[in-house]
Each structure stands twice: as structure tokens, then as C-alpha cells.
T-cell receptor, first 111, second 110 residues
Framework: GQQVMQIPQYQHVQEGEDFTTYCNSS?????IQWYKQRPGGHPVFLIQ?????EVKKQKRLTFQFGEAKKNSSLHITATQTTDVGTYFC???????????FGSGTRLSIRP | EADIYQTPRYLVIGTGKKITLECSQT?????MYWYQQDPGMELHLIHY???????EKGDLSSESTVSRIRTEHFPLTLESARPSHTSQYLC?????????FGPGTRLTVL
């Protein structure tokens, strides 16, 4: 079946360092979403990317969608302890298809 | 804050019991989903619905069943709970773009 590969599985960084998680698909995506799940919480929608090569920013977070619409990344600049959690990408292959979640990247931060 | 609710939030039961996990949303969304998730791990889709009287099994084999008699209500039932069912169960509904998740039910089967 269709899969979205997300790496890395875990990332442990010093507070203030940058963090990036990547999602890759072998086939072209219709769109990709990113969610954040705090420890003990539920996933919360962050953003959706639709266009080839799209880049969106939310404060210290930068989201990119590849030119071929097969990969995406989430980059956090100068991490803070409030960034702790698991970040999931979620992809759709067509407007009618289900959302397929990546396996998530768990971010932990050393103060 | 999303208007999607799950009850109970926590449940500890014995093996063999029948349980129903409740999920309701007040946003009028047609699409609803059930996921199973161990703490900090990936989300496994177990059931979904695209509207009233529509239900489908997801990617993860599950011994649970669902029903969708009303748009706002999407309960999940385990006929005979087992320790392997211990997990968190997340309900979600979707508008055109975004999935809204409920707070989850943490189930422990002894």
C-alpha cells in the first residue's frame, strides 16, 4: 500500500539547536499536512502544503514541499522546551483518498 | 479548540468485557476516523467513515466494530477485550483540509 516514510524516528537536541524532520513518498502527493502531538496529548494540526515547491513559515517553524511533491520537511530554528513532542506528517495522494500518517519524529530537548 | 469529544478518558477493565468507546463531534463533519496509538508511537488507522451508514476497516487489523447512525456520533465497540487491546484510542473528524482529534481514551485491559 501507499506509505509515507518519516525520518528520523527520534531526535534529542540541546535547547537552542535546530531540528528537522523529513517525509518521503515514492509517488506524487496531492498535499501534505503536519501535526504536533505533545506528550500525553493528541495530534494538533499545524499546516497544510499543496503547491510544488511551497514554503510556509510559522514563527520558528519552516515547512517545505518538494518540487516533485514527493517529499516535505519541517525545520525548527533555535528549539525551545515548548517544542517537545512528536511531529507527524500526513499525506494525501488524491483529493478523494485517506490521509496517511508518517510514523512520527519524537523531539526531546536538553535544557 | 476543536469540538470533538471522547468518553471515557480513562478505562481499566478485565479481560472478556464488552466496551464501547464514545466519540462525538459538533462540527457537522462527514468524515470520521478511529486510530490506535501506543504512547509516542505512530498512529494506526483502525476504522473510518465517510458519512452516515458508511464504515470501513482501516489499515490495522482490529477486533473492534464501529457504527455511524448519526453524523455526529461514531462509537467503537470491543466485544471481548483482551490485554493486547491496551492502548490509546483517538477519534478524529475531518473537514476539507484538517483532521481534528479528540482527547483520546486510554484503555487498560487486565
Amino acid at each position: 500500500g501507499q506509505q509515507v516514510m518519516q525520518i528520523p524516528q527520534y531526535q534529542h537536541v540541546q535547547e537552542g539547536e535546530d531540528f528537522t524532520t523529513y517525509c518521503n513518498s515514492s509517488t506524487t502527493l496531492s498535499n501534505i499536512q503536519w501535526y504536533k502531538q505533545r506528550p500525553g496529548g493528541h495530534p494538533v494540526f499545524l499546516i497544510q502544503l499543496v503547491k510544488s515547491g511551497e514554503v510556509k513559515k510559522q514563527k520558528r517553524l519552516t515547512f517545505q514541499f518538494g518540487e516533485a511533491k514527493k517529499n516535505s520537511s519541517l525545520h525548527i530554528t533555535a528549539t525551545q522546551t515548548t517544542d517537545v513532542g512528536t511531529y507527524f506528517c500526513a499525506a494525501r495522494y488524491s483529493s478523494a483518498s485517506k490521509i496517511i500518517f508518517g510514523s512520527g519524529t519524537r523531539l526531546s530537548i536538553r535544557p | 479548540e476543536a469540538d470533538i469529544y471522547q468518553t471515557p478518558r480513562y478505562l481499566v477493565i478485565g479481560t472478556g468485557k464488552k466496551i464501547t468507546l464514545e466519540c462525538s463531534q459538533t462540527m457537522g463533519h462527514d468524515k470520521m476516523y478511529w486510530y490506535q496509538q501506543d504512547p509516542g508511537m505512530e498512529l494506526h488507522l483502525i476504522h473510518y467513515s465517510y458519512g452516515v451508514n458508511s464504515t470501513e476497516k482501516g489499515d490495522l487489523s482490529s477486533e473492534s466494530t464501529v457504527s455511524r447512525i448519526r453524523t455526529e456520533h461514531f462509537p467503537l465497540t470491543l466485544e471481548s477485550a483482551r490485554p493486547s487491546h491496551t492502548s490509546q484510542y483517538l477519534c478524529a473528524s475531518r473537514d476539507y483540509n484538517e483532521q481534528f482529534f479528540g482527547p483520546g481514551t486510554r484503555l487498560t485491559v487486565l
